[in-house]
């Protein structure tokens, strides 16, 4: 690698894709200014928003409460934090500490809220009846379904208009392989930086670092000095997301750029099914009431699947 910058600093960061050599500043200033262009073409805020941003206190959404606090606080937007503790022993603790820590350094203001006061079970509960009832569902899937609908429930409750989470390219490269495989038609075409339509009892969700590998992600948080979450989930190993990303990095690596491939291919097919995302019906859910694109919803489907109860909605 050279031992320069082009400004003339030391180098910092190698960017294997491009063949660049970056000094600490200008890396971080390339990671804001991706967040940003993405943020800007794609429309994702206005100067009126209240944003709620999903900050686990992993470093994905460090560095999207970092980047909105730098750039959205200057066109006035309000921003605004929410850490979910799934219930994890062991694994969370750590999570929610750095995420306070987080919200007190760039004077954010803070919610925790939990699955066991919302819904009445802990994941690793839930996990544990699923178990029992010999239910296949792994626990990422459980967490996915919860955590969206509380995530949802907590924006309208909160007032926010739009709700920003860090997803990153490998997360978004990954997603567009299990929909594939999934042979899951729709949530191709739903998937992008933001919603293509706005539909009522949704607030729409937004990923300003879409287009930023993971990689260059945790090399910005340390960067800028931030402690770095360093458990993995028990559940994580099981996913089948895990086994992609265990693919895509090796693909990636004798291949680079096919993380940034697919997502632009995710991004045309997301166009060419616009109209069928747009003319789909947002419906009732049968048993909660909740806005759902199905008859009942995931979450309800969820609980009756393990035959519980949650325990009444608090949101409502
Ligand atoms: S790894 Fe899976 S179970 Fe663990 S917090 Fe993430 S989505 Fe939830
Ligand atoms: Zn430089
Ligand atoms: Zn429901």
């Given amino acids: ?149 509380l995530l949802n429930d907590l924006a309208l409750k909160l007032g926010a208009t739009k709700v920003a989470t860090g997803h990153n390219l490998d997360d978004e490269s990954q997603t567009f392989l299990i929909n594939l495989f999934r042979g899951d038609v729709d949530r191709i075409g739903r998937a992008g930086a933001r919603p293509l339509v706005t539909r009522e009892g949704f607030i729409p969700r937004v990923k300003p670092l879409r287009y930023i590998p993971e990689k260059e992600i945790a090399v910005y948080v340390y960067a800028k000095g931030y402690d770095l979450y360093q458990r993995e989930c028990p559940y994580v190993r099981a996913s089948l997301r895990d086994e992609i990303r265990d693919l895509l990095n090796r693909l990636e690596a004798d291949h680079p750029g096919t993380k940034h491939s697919i997502v632009n291919v995710s991004d045309s097919l997301s166009e060419l099914l616009e109209e069928k995302i747009i003319s789909s019906k947002v419906e009732r859910c049968f048993l909660c009431g909740s806005p759902s694109s199905r008859k009942i919803c995931r979450t309800c489907e969820v609980f009756s699947l393990l035959g519980i109860r949650r325990s009444s909605d608090r949101m409502n």
Avoid at 1 to 29: D, H, N, W
Avoid at 30 to 39: G, N
Avoid at 112 to 126: D, N, V
Wanted: hydrophobic fraction near 35%; proline fraction near 1%; glycine fraction near 8%.
């Fill in 1 to 149: 690698m050279p031992a320069e910058c082009r400004c003339g600093r030391s180098s910092f960061y190698f960017r294997r894709q491009s063949g660049e050599a970056l000094c600490k500043r200008c890396f971080t200033k390339s990671i804001e200014r991706a967040a940003f262009k993405t943020i800007k073409k794609e429309g994702l805020f206005t100067p009126n928003d209240r944003i709620m941003i999903a900050l686990s206190g992993g470093k994905d959404s460090i560095a999207l409460a970092h980047i909105l606090s730098k750039i959205e606080k200057r066109y006035g937007a309000e921003l605004f934090a929410v850490t979910i503790d799934e219930g994890v022993r062991g694994y969370r603790e750590e999570g929610i500490r750095i995420a306070k820590e987080v919200a007190t350094r760039l004077e954010l203001e803070h919610y925790t809220f939990t699955f066991k006061e919302t819904y009445g079970y802990t994941l690793e509960e839930i996990c544990e009846i699923a178990k029992s009832k010999g239910v296949q569902l792994l626990g990422c899937s459980f967490c996915g379904i919860l955590r969206r609908r």
